[in-house]
């Protein structure tokens, strides 16, 4: 089984998944395919992205927050977070 060594390539990993699942989601509706069925298909792209987007913000926070917080900007840092959770709602 293939296994990522870091968090790029880890990313990328999940991104090809979705782009997989997307691929097939598009050949089922092409195809006339039970509805359940592409739905079941659809929601499986969308969990890879839900892990690739956690995968990214992971990084981030180890990263960038992290560096923010050291020069003192850890209001700006916390603000850019809270409003990517905003959006999502």
Do not use: W
Not at 12 to 34: F, P, T, W
């Amino acid at each position: 089984m293939y296994r990522p060594k870091d968090t790029r390539e880890r990313i990328i990993h999940r991104l090809k998944i979705a782009q997989g699942h997307l691929k097939k989601v598009i050949s089922m509706v092409e195809n006339d395919q039970y509805c359940i069925d592409v739905i079941h298909q659809s929601q499986a792209v969308q969990r890879a992205l839900e892990e690739s987007d956690t995968l990214v913000l992971e990084n981030h926070l180890k990263t960038c927050v992290a560096s923010a917080i050291r020069q003192g900007k850890q209001n700006e840092a916390i603000g850019e977070i809270v409003n990517i959770f905003r959006k999502s709602q």
